[in-house]
T-cell receptor, first 114, second 111 residues
Framework: DTAVSQTPKYLVTQMGNDKSIKCEQN?????MYWYKQDSKKFLKIMFS???????INETVPNRFSPKSPDKAHLNLHINSLELGDSAVYFC?????????????FGNGTRLTVT | DAKTTQPPSMDCAEGRAANLPCNHS???????VYWYRQIHSQGPQYIIH???NNETNEMASLIITEDRKSSTLILPHATLRDTAVYYC????????????FGKGTLLTVNP
């Protein structure tokens, strides 16, 4: 009964490939997010979606394209992978409200680009 | 959003209270103080948040000074499983609600 689940947990791929990471939440939340945690352990927001609409895009390269088929899912597709894309990617969700609601995070997808 | 300052690391003995400080001297009136933690290899976990009053839940207590320029997260009886990086975040919410994580404090609970 995992609240926010991401697949895969680990992803190893070569430069230039295209890959996707999937995220699903069963909490009934309206807003979902993607965060990136780099090798220095900084967590930075990439995107957020509210009811399938993009509301935050933090100057992420166009190679990254989030897709939200419904409000329970937010997938991240990455084209032409680069070495610098290696990181842990976290999906999160938050309930509807004033914007002060806590975020619920998944356990991350560790992407390694070789 | 206001910036926060936390010590990079702290130690605590198992069973004792862990008091984690956070400075947020530029906090504005509508900004909340959030605490999250990240246990190794896991996603961040929400702990508690508050605006001006002290807050307590099953995980921790949050003490916010009267001028709101600093706060302390208290884990009343730390266990080895509380070893984690603790993040103090100030956020105003709103339609562009997002949390910006800093470097946090690595709390190590020792047996």
């Amino acid at each position: 009964d995992t609240a926010v689940s991401q697949t895969p947990k680990y992803l190893v791929t070569q430069m230039g490939n295209d890959k996707s990471i999937k995220c699903e939440q069963n909490l009934g939340h309206d807003t979902m997010y993607w965060y990136k945690q780099d090798s220095k352990k900084f967590l930075k927001i990439m995107f957020s979606y509210n009811n399938k609409e993009l509301i935050i895009n933090e100057t992420v390269p166009n190679r990254f394209s989030p897709k939200s088929p419904d409000k329970a899912h937010l997938n991240l597709h990455i084209n032409s992978l680069e070495l610098g894309d290696s990181a842990v990617y976290f999906c999160a969700s938050s309930p509807p409200g004033t914007g002060y609601s806590p975020l619920h995070f998944g356990n991350g997808t560790r992407l390694t680009v070789t | 959003d206001a910036k926060t300052t936390q010590p990079p690391s702290m130690d605590c003995a198992e069973g004792r209270a862990a008091n984690l400080p956070c400075n947020h001297s530029t906090i504005s009136g509508n900004e909340y103080v959030y605490w999250y933690r990240q246990i190794h290899s896991q996603g961040p976990q929400y702990i508690i948040h508050g605006l001006k009053n002290n807050e307590t839940n099953e995980m921790a207590s949050l003490i916010i000074t009267e001028d709101r320029k600093s706060s302390t997260l208290i884990l009343p009886h730390a266990t080895l499983r509380d070893t984690a990086v603790y993040y103090c975040i100030v956020n105003s919410g709103g339609s562009n609600y997002k949390l910006t994580f800093g470097k946090g404090t690595l709390l190590t609970v020792n047996p």
